[in-house]
């Protein structure tokens, strides 16, 4: 309902321009563990192939 309202569109517009995105990207449990993991390396695309692989997921030349 909030979408057809606009009101989804609207609170993200305001947190943008206030810049609260910014501090949450800092604060945030969930953002913290995700910066940590990029740095170590883990959405590197070599690990990236290694996990999927190790799930029985190999890509073909089409890249499906």
Do not use: C
Not at 15 to 44: C, F, H, M, N
């Amino acid at each position: 309902m909030n979408q057809l309202l606009g009101i989804t569109k609207l609170k993200r517009k305001v947190k943008r321009e206030l810049g609260i995105s910014q501090v949450e990207a800092w604060t945030k449990p969930s953002r913290v563990k995700q910066r940590v993991k990029q740095k170590v390396g883990l959405y590197s695309p070599t690990m990236r192939f290694i996990r999927q692989t190790s799930k029985g997921k190999f890509r073909t030349p089409f890249g499906l």
